[in-house]
């Protein structure tokens, strides 16, 4: 299959002087489901600012399926829909209105443009605030909006700038779901957010930029099994005194009723149990301590990939 | 983009345009008619009485060319100047620069948004004008093609305030401090000739003395420039105007980081 994006060796040095991007080289498959990660500041906008024709890089090439953006920008917007990370429509214009208009830019006719507005309008729950003005929405439903007016041309990539801040759990997940609908039905899509379940939970392959500079690109199970420890935390029914000493687990206890317990992922959890339940201690519940991939992610950013420290 | 496409585009930015200006009518068509109307009022009837005739016309007669004139300068500007920058502002810019749209149609959008303001709002200062005078129209043909071509060379000039702009002061010093005193000594209220040689020849500097002679040599058939030289000018200006617009937008000054 062919790559959806190709980065290579891309660099941008702002105006006043500030290299944002060193040089990121990235290839998004097509139908893949991407994440772009890294902490404030790290590129990420920059990135997918300048694939998205919103910035000039200083260097580097971008392709967008075949097209090379130097020679061939506008074949290559019309395969590609961009969600950006801030509100930038204009709040006094109605929904209904800036979804035809830009379907009108890509060449789509008014007509095609309202009933392209209508399916999407509909399909995010935005259909009854059709002829409100943008800024009559809340901050959720504008994300919304910014979904739809990205999906008018009927992009074939499409790029989500932190697609879920500010937006409630309910709305979040059907979010996830929408998304998953679209690349079930061949949209490759890109994602950048800070909240890595939602990274884990909808994205194959990931990517994670910090200081312009590219740090790990692998997939996400690969990047999860180099987890070898799990930290977990059980609810007890009976308060316990004295811990019992289990090898090779290692139990802290918290509280009376609370333990918390770190796993060799290679062990299975059931022997935790048996040895627990001979001990006569009764486990209520047991959960993650922390999203595993946040630890990761927290350890590779102090420590770069494999553990090296950086200068 | 193929022609078809592009036609749809440029569509839909004219009529985004015109719609913005039509949702605040009372904003950008109104406050216009009313100035002009007052300047009908006071210049022509009250004080324009006492003045008597300019080159052969009655006052009001004389002046009622150059204020169609100006309503169609400063409103051809303004829109293209605020609505420009406004989308700059509100980043909705991005709408345009994440599509297909190549530069020229995005001036050619926001200049014909321009000159629709700018005729709708001359239309409706003449209207208002046959109240007070007689209107004649001597060539119809030099009317319309200048007041369009004027128009379009204002649009254009607003639109490149506005990529230059950096905030909302920016884009009030050009018409405060360049397009109001030109168009005041650019022959509105009266001929050049009744200045000394001097001053004659420091007006023919000035752009918007072509336009408003043409015009109003439309309307009455006299003027202190030969035709000729404004058609010249004005052509001369949009199409530089034009060049320059285009390039800007197309490197992005002013709207890509
Ligand atoms: N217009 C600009 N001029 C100068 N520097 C800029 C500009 N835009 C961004 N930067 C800088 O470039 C760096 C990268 O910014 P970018 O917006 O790409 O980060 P990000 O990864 O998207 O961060 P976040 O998660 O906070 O959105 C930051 O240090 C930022 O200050
Ligand atoms: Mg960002």
């Not at chain 1, 979010?175 to 994602?191: D, P, S, V, Y």
């Not at chain 1, 001979?278 to 590779?300: A, P």
């Not at chain 2, 254009?156 to 990529?163: F, K, M, R, W």
């Not at chain 2, 006299?222 to 800007?248: E, H, K, P, R």
Request: net charge neutral; with cysteine; glycine share 8%.
């Amino acid at each position: 299959m062919d790559n959806a994006l190709t980065i290579d060796n891309l660099t941008k040095t702002y105006a006043n002087g500030f290299q944002a991007l060193k040089g990121i080289s990235l290839e998004v498959r097509e139908g893949d489901f991407f994440a772009l990660l890294g902490p404030n500041g790290a590129g990420k906008s920059t990135t997918i600012g300048i694939v998205c024709a919103l910035v000039t890089k200083s260097a580097g090439k971008v392709r967008i399926f075949d097209h090379d953006i130097d020679r061939d920008f506008s074949r290559a917007k019309r395969l590609l829909g961009l969600v950006p990370q801030e509100f930038n429509f204009n709040i006094f214009e109605p929904v209904e209105e800036i979804l035809v208009n830009q379907a009108g830019y890509f060449g789509i006719e008014r007509k095609t443009g309202f009933e392209r507005a209508e399916r999407y309008l509909k399909l995010l729950g935005l259909w009854d605030k059709r002829r409100s003005q943008a800024r009559e929405l809340s901050g959720g439903m504008k994300r919304r909006l910014m979904i739809a007016r990205a999906l008018v041309h009927e992009p074939r990539l499409l790029i989500l700038d932190e697609p879920t801040a500010g937006v409630d759990i309910e709305v979040r997940h059907s979010m996830w779901k929408f998304l998953r609908e679209l690349n079930a039905a061949g949209i490759t899509i890109i994602l950048t957010t800070h909240n890595l379940e939602e990274a884990e939970n909808l994205c194959r392959n990931i990517a994670i930029i910090d200081e312009g500079r590219l740090i790990e690109n692998t997939s996400m199970k690969q990047l999860l099994g180099r987890l070898h420890m799990e930290t977990f935390v059980l609810e007890l029914r009976h308060p316990v005194g004295r811990l019992p000493r289990l090898e090779p687990d290692c139990l802290r206890k918290i509280d009376d009723t609370t333990l918390e317990v770190d796993i060799d992922r290679d062990r299975s959890v059931n022997a935790l149990y048996e040895q627990l339940s001979r001990h006569g201690i009764e486990v209520l519940s047991m959960r993650n301590k922390t999203n595993r991939l946040e630890q990761l992610f927290l350890h590779m950013l102090q420590n770069g990939t494999d553990g090296e420290e950086r200068p | 983009m193929n022609l078809h496409d592009q036609l749809i585009a440029y569509k839909t930015i004219v009529i985004k345009e015109v719609l913005r200006f039509g949702r605040i009518w009372v904003q950008t068509i109104v406050p216009p008619v009313i100035t002009v109307s007052l300047y009908f009022v006071i210049f022509g009837n009250l004080i324009g009485s006492r003045i008597g005739e300019m080159d052969g016309f009655s006052y009001m007669d004389y002046i009622v060319p150059g204020l169609i004139m100006m309503a169609v300068i400063t409103n051809s500007y303004a829109n293209v100047v605020s609505s420009f920058y406004g989308c700059k502002f509100h980043h909705n810019i991005e709408e345009l620069l994440v599509s297909p749209i190549p530069s020229y149609l995005i001036v050619l959008g926001f200049m014909t948004g321009g000159v629709a303001r700018g005729l709708a709002v001359g239309a409706a200062v003449t209207a208002v004008s046959m109240f007070f005078t007689e209107l004649q129209f001597h060539n119809p043909v030099v009317i319309i093609t200048i007041v369009l071509l004027t128009s379009m060379l204002f649009s254009l000039a607003g639109l490149l305030n506005a990529v230059f702009a950096r905030s909302f002061d920016d884009i009030s010093i050009v018409p405060t401090f360049v397009l109001t005193p030109l168009t005041y000594l650019g022959g509105v209220f009266y001929t050049i000739h009744l200045l000394p040689e001097f001053w004659q020849n420091v007006s023919r500097l000035n752009p918007i003395l072509y336009m408003v002679n043409a015009f109003r040599y439309g309307f009455l058939g006299v003027s202190d420039i030969g035709i000729f030289w404004s058609y010249a000018i004005i052509i001369g200006f949009t199409a530089a105007l034009y060049g320059i617009a285009v390039y800007v937008l197309h490197i992005g000054l002013g709207i890509r980081k």
